[in-house]
């Protein structure tokens, strides 16, 4: 599967076998989404078969899928939440009476034959917006079960459920799996994929790299088999003078959590100190920097920022107390397309002013201009639109935009994911810089190497749980061996 410049999939061999679950693993864009869009009709592929029950199929749309009893269960449940239950599970196949009307009365007793069949205790007369997130996935499952469905696709069913919500979901899929159904289940969670699967494929920038049994694939290895890393070790760009770090404290997080994204947890970050966020994606790392910068507001917990206790409600608030946060998506929550360079380096000092006090365009000028210099920004001129620009040209804008601010603590989400190595290594060494100014910097990367490059210590994380840190001989062997919950193997 092509698209423009990219080969989101190459080769790829995929079986699944009656009556088992399946685990589809892989990084971000390591080729699921296009894996199941290929096989459920929404794309259509380039070269290979699908074959079913032994005989080539085709889909080219949903409708062909699910006639040829393919059915995916999203994230995000699809259905309708101001309809009862019975009417979500038979909506476009509703029972009807000898004249052609929709029979009620056999809708619902046809929707509690299915829920009692599958265990799912609720009163389908009631609107699906009646029961929890979990509980409407379920349905969504009875659905396509009930549509003589083979295989089960469910793409991340788990993201927004507490832990009893999953272990209800589980036991819905072990009974499916037990009658022969067919399950791919995506997921980020280590811990779910042991707890219920029983084989797994792992895919990485678009091709196989294995089919395993899941007793022989220990988390070490899937972890390894999914990042593509080796154990050895890359030089640093510290120098042993960066390695020690102030005593004096700049943020205390203690209990902080955001339901249903990151559990409670304890953090101190020091004045000085590049504080490094390792976990594989979906392991909560954006979420806990959200949660201290207030993007994603703390329900428990509190906060000290210098030493004095405080509440962040908001964004703003982080911003008055001298933070700054490079977001992991800069087109969606970063720059701003179709405002200049200029202007996008200026919304955060401005911001901090009010609309009221507007800067100077001389001292914008002053500003943009220091930081295009500093950061070695390749742009035409201070007013060309920012969309105009490279992704690593735009990174630098955004970062530009805190740094004009002098933030006392800055959090860097994923700051050189998609651009070019020579634009990587500048920014490491930003990260760097900045600290040895006394600066403190969260770095958020999922590549190991270069959080070995610029951190002084790690934070693990793992299905939204802060798990342990590392202080000491960092090493890729470490990391990898912390995110998949230490095991040797």
Same mark, same amino acid.
């Given at each position: ?152 696709? =469910?793409?991340?069913?788990? *993201?927004?459920? $507490? ?5 209800? &979901?589980? %036991?819905?899929? !072990?009974? +499916? ?56 070790? =890359?030089?640093?760009?510290? *120098?042993?003078? $960066? ?5 004096? &404290?700049? %943020?205390?997080? !203690?209990? +902080? ?64 107390l001298g933070m700054g946060l490079l977001p992991d998506d800069r087109k969606a929550e ?156």
């Amino acid at each position: 599967m092509t698209f423009p410049g990219v080969k989101a999939l190459q080769n790829v061999d995929f079986t699944l076998r009656e009556g088992e679950i399946h685990a589809l693993m892989g990084e971000n864009g390591a080729g699921k989404s296009t894996l199941i869009k290929c096989l459920t009709g929404v794309n259509d592929f380039e070269q290979g078969e699908i074959h079913m029950d032994g005989k080539p199929i085709r889909n080219h749309s949903t409708l062909d899928a699910q006639k040829n009893g393919i059915s995916t269960v999203y994230q995000e449940v699809n259905l309708c939440p101001n309809l009862s239950v019975a009417e979500n599970l038979f909506i476009g196949r509703e029972p009807l009476t000898k004249i052609g009307t929709i029979s009620r009365k056999a809708m619902l007793n046809r929707a509690r034959e299915l829920m009692q069949k599958l265990d799912i205790q609720v009163d389908v007369a009631k609107t699906l917006d009646s029961y929890s997130i979990a509980i409407q996935q379920m349905i969504a499952i009875a659905r396509a079960v009930d549509m003589d469905c083979k295989v089960l696709i =469910l793409d991340e069913p788990t *993201s927004s459920l $507490d832990d009893k919500e999953v272990e209800k &979901l589980f %036991i819905l899929m !072990r009974s +499916l799996r037990d009658q022969g159904i067919g399950i791919i289940f995506v997921t980020h969670f280590l811990e779910q994929v042991y707890a219920v699967c029983d084989r797994i494929t792992v895919l990485r920038n678009g091709q196989l790299v294995g089919e395993y049994q899941i007793a022989d694939l220990p988390r070490l290895k899937l972890v390894a088999a999914m990042m593509g890393k080796d154990f050895d070790d =890359l030089q640093s760009i510290k *120098s042993k003078e $960066d390695e020690a770090v102030s005593d004096e &404290l700049e %943020i205390e997080a !203690r209990g +902080l959590s955001h339901a249903r994204k990151i559990k409670p947890f304890d953090l101190d970050i020091h004045k000085g100190e590049v504080l490094g966020l390792t976990g594989l994606l979906g392991s909560g790392r954006s979420e806990l920097a959200r949660c201290i910068y207030g993007a994603d507001r703390a329900q428990t917990g509190t906060l000290k920022v210098g030493g004095k206790e405080t509440t962040i409600s908001a964004p703003i608030d982080a911003m008055r107390l001298g933070m700054g946060l490079l977001p992991d998506d800069r087109k969606a929550e970063g720059i701003v397309e179709d405002l200049s360079v200029r202007e996008n380096i200026m919304l955060a000092m401005q911001s901090l002013k009010g609309v009221r006090a507007k800067i100077p365009m001389d001292k914008q000028m002053e500003i943009t201009k220091k930081y295009i210099e500093l950061l070695e920004i390749k742009t035409p001129s201070t007013e060309t639109l920012v969309k105009q620009l490279s992704g690593g040209n735009q990174q630098k804008v955004i970062i530009a935009r805190w740094l004009a601010t002098d933030p006392d603590f800055l959090i860097l989400d994923e700051p050189t994911r998609g651009i070019d190595v020579g634009t990587k290594t500048e920014i490491q060494k930003l990260v760097v810089e900045l600290a040895r100014q006394g600066k403190s910097v969260i770095f958020i990367s999922s590549e190991i190497e270069e959080m070995l490059r610029t951190c002084n210590r790690l934070a693990v994380l793992r299905d939204g749980e802060k798990v342990g840190e590392l202080t000491e001989n960092l090493t890729q062997e470490s990391v990898m061996k912390a995110i998949a919950g230490g095991e040797r193997n």
